[in-house]
């Protein structure tokens, strides 16, 4: 991970925003930012990772945006590479993960600081609505019994932990994001790259919430740059799998992607020496474990 220092400028938010092939959403995105009520100081960094349709020139141009967000230029890093790139550069004591394509309500960015920067929390995500289907609000997310990301839909009364925080919008205190390494840079392409991240603070002793009185709307786009299903997502589980969970779940994750495309490939690049010196890295350090993590949020894995 990109070094970034412990400590931020006190009450500061650093919004990042990792985009690849984002026109016109990121520009929106942007502006919509900018144009409500933050409700605490913030700064936006856009990490542009290696587009191809100029989605970021409006910020190469110059003029009023381009002073006010600060660009990074990205080869293609992945999403959590990116976002780690962006977590480098920034200035505040409170990190919030933003995609390229959603809306955000007056005053979101207080909202989701104020548990984070009062201890309550180490990280928390707001409701999110997408349009693909605006009835239907996500409360943050769980895992199925085949470890399928599966949205909450029961609202909570108020701030509440949650098993998963999708990193479309997440707000995490920058000693927490350090303490856990940052997203996992393992996860090259799209998918369970903020599964592990949730995950992995769970089991390092932090909390994470959802805020569902903040709703943000999330643009659903018929072109999802960074997803890559088939082999890449068959290896981004077992990369999850063999970083953190026990022998017993391992042996039975690796059972189910038997059948998933690419499994020989993916198995035997994630039974490195490298990722085997992370996992007992993690091991030995972590203050819970997967059982108490499956068991606490009832996941049948």
Same mark, same amino acid.
């Given at each position: 991970m990109h070094e970034a220092s412990a400590r931020g400028s006190k009450g500061l938010a650093s919004v990042i925003i990792a985009c690849r092939d984002e026109l016109p959403y990121l520009e929106q995105t942007i502006r919509f930012m900018l144009t409500v009520p933050s409700g605490c100081p913030m700064e936006i960094i856009v990490?542009?990772?290696?587009?191809?349709?100029?989605?970021?020139?409006?910020?190469?141009?110059?003029?009023?945006?381009?002073?006010?967000?600060?660009?990074?230029?990205?080869?293609?890093?992945?999403?959590?590479?990116?976002?780690?790139?962006?977590?480098a550069r920034a200035r505040g004591e409170l990190l919030v993960f933003c995609d390229a394509h959603i809306i955000v309500p007056g005053g979101w960015l207080g909202d989701l600081a104020r548990p984070v920067l009062a201890g309550q929390a180490?990280?928390?995500? *707001?409701?999110?609505?997408? %349009?693909? #289907?605006?009835? /239907?609000?996500?409360?943050?997310?769980?895992?199925?019994?085949? =470890?399928?990301?599966?949205?909450?839909?029961?609202?909570?009364?108020?701030?509440?932990?949650?098993?998963?925080?999708?990193a479309g919008c997440l707000a995490v205190g920058r000693e927490a994001f350090l303490e856990v390494g940052g997203f996992e840079e393992g996860l090259t392409t799209w998918g369970y790259d903020d599964v592990e991240?949730?995950?992995?603070?769970?089991?390092?002793?932090?909390?994470?919430?959802?805020?569902?009185?903040?709703?943000?709307?999330?643009?659903?786009?018929?072109?999802?740059?960074?997803?890559? *299903?088939?082999?890449?997502? %068959?290896? #981004?589980?077992? /990369?999850?799998?063999?970083?953190?969970?026990?022998?017993?779940? =391992?042996?039975?994750v690796a059972s189910m992607a038997g059948r998933y495309p690419g499994f020989s490939e993916s198995w035997a690049r994630v039974s490195t020496p490298g990722v085997l010196k992370k996992r007992d890295e993690y091991f030995r350090r972590r203050v819970r474990d997967d059982d108490w993590f499956m068991h606490t949020f009832g996941i049948p894995v």
């Open positions: 990490v542009d990772d290696g587009s191809r349709d100029g989605c970021a020139d409006f910020l190469r141009r110059g003029g009023e945006l381009s002073r006010r967000v600060h660009l990074v230029e990205a080869p293609g890093l992945g999403p959590a590479r990116a976002r780690n790139l962006g977590a180490h990280a928390v995500c *707001p409701a999110l609505v997408h %349009t693909e #289907n605006p009835h /239907l609000i996500i409360y943050g997310g769980t895992l199925s019994k085949d =470890l399928s990301w599966v949205g909450l839909t029961f609202p909570p009364r108020s701030l509440s932990p949650v098993p998963l925080a999708p991240f949730s995950l992995k603070l769970w089991l390092f002793g932090f909390a994470v919430a959802v805020m569902p009185r903040v709703k943000v709307v999330h643009i659903s786009r018929p072109l999802k740059p960074y997803q890559r *299903p088939g082999k890449n997502l %068959t290896r #981004n589980l077992l /990369l999850l799998a063999a970083l953190h969970f026990s022998p017993h779940r =391992l042996a039975r």
